[in-house]
């Protein structure tokens, strides 16, 4: 037993879990004309022969990988499509465009990639079926302004909202109150062909209106939740007039909601989920089983700061390590979601890097001993905050390197300079783009 090449073994398990041509080909069958679909809460069976024009459209990090298995299960029955995708993960299709893109923030081609699909959409009538591909990185890569709106709004909007320590749900009910296309914008544009979305998620919950900010699901926020998300974080400052002036006009009715529940163009969508972070926790949990671990799940839906989540992840090591747990050692914890960082400092990092290293700090601050502990926190996209690392691991052995550099690992946390941390004690992961997306693993071995 080797857990620290357990750690990457086991993560590296639960990414082929979620890869999506591995994902859309078992999960997507031809007979005969008939499409079956095997979701992970619903199967759908969809008769080709009713759609003589099939297009292909999708937004994401993995919408290129789902773009490759749909080309090889429906093949030339495809009569067109594209897909929007971040940069440098170009992929070589044969009937279907690749576009690429800025992520976390949209840039002018994440416009023209919009109006391209936009444009795709208003061709299509009722003998039309779109498949639309949809996984994480969507909201950013997917980006058409309202009337009013610029690019440069809804870049220093992303910016202020992605450092203020708003989850996702917030970030996207403003996002979603500022675009054409999402909150179910995209669905609008398409009625009233047949559209399925095959998604997968990188929400906890899988919340249809918040994954790629729901552009072909019934929208619940409002513009008076976009408002009190502005309030809740102080923020107002640091938007653009217009972006405020629109969601205040929104707010006394002058501008009109989002898609809502029981809009009937949704009568003509389904919203399939093929992949989450639950299944990729799921595998890692067997995996870590056939490896001779006693591996437990504790949640695919974790929330709050990374810091906060770290005392959670700290305490339970530390538990396990002293005989406090109902667990036995050697244990496996797997926990998947999405945390935030309201940044403090002005050093480099992710999410993922931070709660890794406030991680270490606990437990050296309360034990004095990394002995015995593995812990590993890591996005399943390849891709921790504006960083080239997925994620970072803490090792026992940091512990010398730490001390022998007399390394101070309190300043990088309070200056949010995780990456250099990590960097400098040899504890990045990095494993380039993984063309998948199911939210952030958290991996903890107790020995």
């Known amino acids: 037993m080797n857990p620290e090449a357990d750690l990457h ?18 999960r997507l069958k031809i007979h005969g004309d008939t499409l079956e679909i095997t979701g992970v809460y619903e199967n759908l069976v969809i008769d080709l022969k009713a759609y003589p024009k099939v297009l292909v459209t999708g937004i994401g990090k993995a919408s290129v990988k789902m773009a490759i298995a749909i080309e090889e299960v429906l093949g030339d029955r495809i009569t067109g499509g594209a897909v929007i995708t971040k940069y440098g993960q170009r992929g070589q299709l044969e009937r279907i465009r690749v576009m690429e893109a800025g992520h976390p923030v949209p840039d002018e081609s994440s416009v023209r990639g919009a109006l391209e699909l936009f444009s795709m959409a208003q061709t299509a009538d009722e ?7 949809t996984s994480g990185g969507g909201s950013a890569l997917f980006c058409l302004p309202r009337e009013g709106i610029t690019l440069q709004h809804l870049q220093e909007t992303t910016e202020a909202l992605l450092g203020c320590g708003a989850d996702i749900r917030e970030i996207n009910c403003i996002r979603k109150h500022l675009s054409r296309v999402k909150g179910g914008g995209f669905a609008r544009v398409a009625f009233p062909a047949r559209m399925l979305n095959l998604i997968l998620s ?11 900010s729901g552009i072909t699901a019934p929208d619940s926020t409002t513009f008076g939740q976009a408002n009190a998300v502005v309030e809740k974080y102080g923020i107002a400052a640091k938007l653009p ?18 898609s809502k529940p029981g ?30 671990y006693h591996a437990r799940l504790i949640t695919s839906s974790l929330t709050g700061e990374a810091r906060e989540m ?16 109902e667990m036995t050692r050697p244990a496996f914890i797997v926990a998947g979601g999405e945390t935030t960082v309201t940044l403090r400092g002005t050093g480099l990092g992710g999410r993922n890097q931070e709660l890794a290293l406030a991680f270490l700090v606990d437990v050296l601050d309360t034990t004095g001993s990394l002995e015995g502990i593995y812990f590993l926190s890591a996005g399943t996209d390849g891709i921790d905050g504006p960083t080239d690392a997925a994620g970072a691991f803490v090792l026992p052995h940091v512990q010398k390197i730490i001390e022998d550099e007399q390394i101070l690992p309190e300043q990088y946390l309070s200056d949010n300079d995780s990456y250099h941390f990590f960097q400098r004690t040899g504890s990045l992961l990095i494993t380039g783009s993984t063309g998948t997306n199911v939210c952030d693993l958290q991996l903890l071995i107790v020995t």
């Not at 086991?10 to 078992?26: Q, S, Y």
């Not at 003998?127 to 591909?133: S, V």
């Not at 770290?310 to 747990?325: K, N, P």
């Open 9 to 26: 073994v086991i993560f590296h398990k639960a990414l082929e879990k979620v890869d999506p041509v591995l994902m859309v080909r078992e």
């Open 127 to 133: 003998k039309t079926l779109i498949i639309n591909l």
């Open 202 to 212: 990188d929400v906890m919950g899988d919340r249809l209106d918040t994954i790629a």
């Open 241 to 258: 007039e217009m972006v405020k002036e629109v969601l205040r006009a929104g707010l006394q009715g002058f501008i009109p909601e989002t």
């Open 263 to 292: 809009d009937p163009i949704f009568k003509k969508v389904s919203n399939i989920i093929l992949g989450n972070n639950t299944v990729a926790c799921r595998e890692a949990v067997e995996h870590a089983r056939r490896l001779g």
């Open 310 to 325: 770290a005392h959670l992840f700290a305490s339970m090591a530390m538990d396990l390590r002293r005989g406090a747990s």
